[in-house]
């Protein structure tokens, strides 16, 4: 089981921190992000464990795919805006924004930190942004281990890839999820 470090900021001058309320009238919303994001990660979990041998472009298929479909999912049926994003990014499209880049630094700082919630504004929308880690597993290094051993597939597709380098346990990526007021 996975501790989420649910810390509610009231932001001043643009830090980030946690302020944990209801919202939309809905108290039940935000708690909703949480089960939902760790239901998000749990499935890159037990897809990417499913990984044997080499990745290619199934591999692809069978772990990211869902992911990015699931999170769409999301956005459809919940009006959240829902990301994966990261200081390494492998699409250019999932380049962290500057509080992304903060939430971002401060779970590199600070290992133990899973979550973290920020009131802030996104596309001229009031509302609060949740921030979940990512951690590498060891099924995780087919794709994102070594720059040399990354599959065909991903050196020919993203030829201005960043998303290799990493070791087990570091931090891959971060959730973004925006739920306007």
């Not at 499935?43 to 591999?59: P, V, Y």
């Not at 500057?98 to 133990?112: N, T, V």
Request: with cysteine; net charge neutral; glycine share 8%.
């Amino acid at each position: 089981m996975v501790k989420v470090a649910l810390t509610v900021v009231l932001i001043a001058s643009g830090g980030l921190g946690l302020a944990f309320a209801a919202h939309r009238n809905d108290p039940d919303e935000l708690p909703m992000v949480v089960k939902e994001v760790e239901a998000l990660n749990s499935m890159r979990s037990a897809l990417a464990m499913t990984i044997t041998g080499e990745a290619d472009q199934a591999t692809f298929a069978q772990v990211c795919k869902p992911v990015g479909a699931r999170m769409k999912q999301l956005m459809e049926e919940r009006g959240w805006k829902v990301a994966q994003l990261s200081e390494k990014y492998r699409n250019p499209s999932n380049k962290p924004d500057w509080e992304a880049k903060l939430a971002y630094k401060m779970m590199e700082d600070s290992p133990e930190l899973m979550g973290l919630w920020k009131q802030t504004e996104m596309d001229s929308e009031k509302g609060v942004r949740y921030f979940r880690r990512i951690v590498v597993e060891e099924s995780c290094l087919a794709c994102h281990g070594r720059k040399a051993d990354r599959p065909e597939f991903v050196k020919a597709g993203y030829p201005d890839d960043r998303a290799y380098g990493f070791k087990v346990g570091d931090l891959r990526g971060i959730y973004s999820v925006f739920v306007a007021e």
